[in-house]
């Protein structure tokens, strides 16, 4: 631990010494500390256990940041440090249980001995300037979750993610140290240290978090390996996708669509864009997109229409996409979408990340530097030269008979809009067709394009019959005129039954 003298030079080296030093030493699991009162709690009785607003660290400094505390509960049942960094010195921020309050939950006094914080939330006025509003959370194993303004808690970021979807099972690395550096009245942005630990992996990360209109999160991050590992994510997005227009729901629902995000978008190296819509799969499901030296990578919500959604509670239409702007060159490696199936809302079901195709040597740092943006605003990552799919829908394949009637022919069918400035500055007759495929599952019956006056952009419809229902069915199309490419990629797996 750093002299008081020497708190003004705190870096992220500091905490990359602490975890290179855990790396050369065995794993020690943290002993929990929860007395049964707390570690038998229901979900509903642990939102009762509530931090005191009027308690809010820094509430009586010139700074618009605002710090507030998780109690201990449920499975998060072991207590993290925080300390808070200033010029002048470094110190941990002691838990005091008179800063809850505990709701109808009867908690013995001598319950709360010896316990501590599980997490903590940043606050800041992102809506209103006398409002504080939560920026940040930060609460389990290393996850964290970040809004800008006008939006709501959706999808999550973790620092780091091992084996998951294995055979052997998923590691899951945890934040078990924080530090926080306290701002200055006329800083903009708060930083905050984090130290990572778990059986095959430590970490020492820089988070800083940065809000706004679209609040964005500077990693920078040095993490060690004990020993290899199977599978390992680097930056690692978590969200959920229940049902949508690609895949409706089974059930009668008011609610059209019920999704934290709607697909995974990738900006690869070679400078080519992949949307690749999301499913809720019957079975787990991994696609892997080869890339060299990404520039980003995210799982979005490109769907901003109330409509859509329905759902005046939970006002889906305003979940942020995470978007991984890449920094330097990142190397070989591939972006991992896994899809898991879940039959409600409650679960996280889609993580997407980077793995890098070698890993570091045990001892070895990886290095890595990317800046987290959560946005609303999803064309202004887009490349403005090219289009995008806005919409991706599921039908059941027809063909119109002479008596007008549609009638379905045994197809599946999926129409998918293209759209975007570039597609809207072509005139209606343009030449624009489609560069597509499909895999050797499925027999290409129809493959349609036409000019969409509403949107002013190009509608494709597929339709396709389905040889093994049971086997997914892989395929790609792209708009182009002649030699030249005019929208990012569409990749689609329609999920077998």
Same mark, same amino acid.
């Given at each position: 631990?750093?002299?008081?003298?020497?708190?003004?030079?705190?870096?992220?080296?500091?905490?990359?010494?602490?975890?290179?030093?855990?790396?050369?030493?065995?794993?020690?699991?943290?002993?929990?500390?929860?007395?049964?009162?707390?570690?038998?709690?229901?979900?509903?009785?642990?939102?009762?256990?509530?931090?005191?607003?009027?308690?809010?660290?820094?509430?009586?400094?010139?700074?618009?940041?605002?710090?507030?505390?998780?109690?201990?509960?449920?499975?998060?049942?072991?207590?993290? +440090?925080?300390?808070?960094?200033?010029?002048?010195?470094?110190?941990?921020?002691?838990?005091?249980?008179?800063?809850?309050?505990?709701?109808?939950?009867?908690?013995?006094?001598?319950?709360?001995?010896?316990?501590?914080?599980?997490?903590?939330?940043?606050?800041?006025?992102?809506?209103?300037?006398?409002?504080?509003?939560?920026?940040?959370?930060?609460?389990?194993?290393?996850?964290?979750?970040?809004? @800008?303004?006008?939006?709501?808690?959706?999808?999550?970021?973790?620092? *780091?993610?091992?084996?998951?979807?294995?055979?052997?099972?998923?590691?899951?690395?945890?934040?078990?140290?924080?530090?926080?550096?306290?701002?200055?009245?006329?800083?903009?942005?708060?930083?905050?240290?984090?130290?990572?630990?778990?059986?095959?992996?430590?970490?020492?990360?820089?988070?800083?978090?940065?809000?706004?209109?679209?609040?964005?999160?500077?990693?920078?991050? +040095?993490?060690?390996?004990?020993?290899?590992?199977?599978?390992?994510?680097?930056?690692?997005?978590?969200?959920?996708?229940?049902?949508?227009?690609?895949?409706?729901?089974?059930?009668?629902?008011?609610?059209?669509?019920?999704?934290?995000?709607?697909? *995974?978008?990738?900006?690869?190296?070679?400078?080519?864009?992949?949307?690749?819509?999301?499913?809720?799969?019957?079975?787990?499901?991994?696609?892997?997109?080869?890339?060299?030296?990404?520039?980003?990578?995210?799982?979005?919500?490109?769907?901003?229409?109330?409509?859509?959604?329905?759902?005046?509670?939970?006002?889906?239409?305003?979940?942020?996409?995470?978007?991984?702007?890449?920094?330097?060159?990142?190397?070989?490696?591939?972006?991992?979408?896994?899809?898991?199936?879940?039959?409600?809302?409650?679960?996280?079901?889609?993580?997407?990340?980077?793995?890098?195709?070698?890993?570091?040597?045990?001892?070895?740092? *990886?290095?890595?530097?990317?800046?987290?943006?959560?946005?609303?605003?999803?064309?202004?990552?887009?490349?403005?030269?090219?289009?995008?799919?806005?919409?991706?829908? *599921?039908?059941? @394949?027809?063909?119109?008979?002479?008596?007008?009637?549609?009638?379905?022919?045994?197809?599946?069918?999926?129409?998918?809009?293209?759209?975007?400035?570039?597609?809207?500055?072509?005139?209606?007759?343009?030449?624009?067709?489609?560069?597509?495929?499909?895999?050797?599952?499925?027999?290409?019956?129809?493959?349609?394009?036409?000019?969409?006056?509403?949107?002013?952009?190009?509608?494709?419809?597929?339709?396709?019959?389905?040889?093994?229902?049971?086997?997914?069915?892989?395929?790609?199309?792209?708009?182009?005129?002649?030699?030249?490419?005019?929208?990012?990629?569409?990749?689609?797996?329609?999920?077998?039954?």
């Amino acid at each position: 631990m750093l002299l008081a003298g020497q708190a003004s030079a705190f870096s992220l080296e500091d905490v990359a010494d602490k975890a290179q030093e855990l790396a050369e030493r065995p794993y020690e699991p943290p002993q929990s500390n929860l007395p049964d009162v707390f570690r038998d709690m229901a979900f509903a009785d642990y939102q009762q256990v509530r931090f005191k607003e009027e308690e809010a660290y820094w509430s009586d400094l010139k700074t618009p940041f605002k710090l507030m505390f998780y109690h201990q509960g449920m499975h998060f049942d072991v207590p993290v +440090k925080i300390h808070e960094v200033t010029a002048t010195d470094v110190k941990e921020i002691e838990y005091d249980p008179e800063q809850f309050e505990f709701g109808g939950v009867k908690v013995p006094p001598e319950s709360l001995e010896g316990l501590g914080y599980a997490g903590f939330k940043v606050l800041y006025p992102l809506n209103e300037k006398r409002k504080l509003d939560e920026l940040m959370s930060l609460l389990g194993a290393s996850y964290f979750r970040v809004v @800008g303004k006008d939006q709501v808690y959706g999808l999550s970021a973790r620092g *780091l993610a091992i084996d998951t979807a294995v055979a052997a099972g998923e590691e899951f690395p945890a934040f078990r140290e924080f530090w926080i550096e306290r701002p200055q009245p006329d800083r903009g942005s708060v930083v905050i240290y984090a130290l990572l630990d778990s059986p095959r992996a430590t970490g020492a990360y820089r988070l800083e978090v940065d809000p706004g209109k679209d609040s964005t999160v500077d990693v920078d991050a +040095k993490v060690y390996l004990r020993e290899p590992v199977e599978k390992l994510g680097i930056a690692p997005l978590t969200s959920m996708y229940l049902f949508g227009e690609n895949q409706p729901s089974k059930q009668v629902n008011y609610r059209p669509e019920l999704h934290d995000s709607d697909g *995974l978008a990738i900006h690869a190296g070679n400078g080519e864009w992949i949307w690749r819509p999301l499913n809720n799969p019957k079975r787990l499901a991994i696609s892997s997109y080869m890339v060299e030296n990404p520039r980003g990578f995210g799982l979005m919500q490109r769907d901003r229409l109330f409509t859509h959604y329905q759902d005046l509670d939970d006002r889906y239409e305003l979940r942020p996409s995470g978007w991984v702007e890449t920094e330097g060159d990142w190397g070989k490696g591939h972006v991992e979408l896994i899809e898991i199936p879940t039959p409600d809302e409650t679960n996280d079901n889609i993580v997407a990340f980077w793995v890098p195709e070698e890993q570091p040597k045990p001892g070895e740092a *990886l290095e890595l530097n990317y800046r987290l943006h959560f946005t609303m605003d999803e064309p202004a990552l887009q490349d403005p030269s090219l289009g995008w799919v806005s919409q991706t829908r *599921l039908s059941v @394949g027809d063909v119109k008979q002479s008596n007008l009637i549609r009638k379905p022919d045994g197809t599946t069918a999926l129409i998918v809009d293209f759209v975007g400035p570039a597609l809207a500055k072509l005139p209606q007759d343009a030449p624009v067709t489609t560069r597509m495929s499909i895999d050797d599952n499925a027999e290409l019956v129809e493959n349609n394009l036409r000019y969409n006056p509403v949107t002013k952009g190009w509608r494709m419809t597929l339709r396709f019959r389905i040889k093994d229902p049971v086997r997914p069915v892989e395929m790609r199309a792209a708009l182009v005129e002649g030699d030249k490419t005019l929208s990012e990629t569409w990749s689609y797996q329609m999920p077998g039954q």
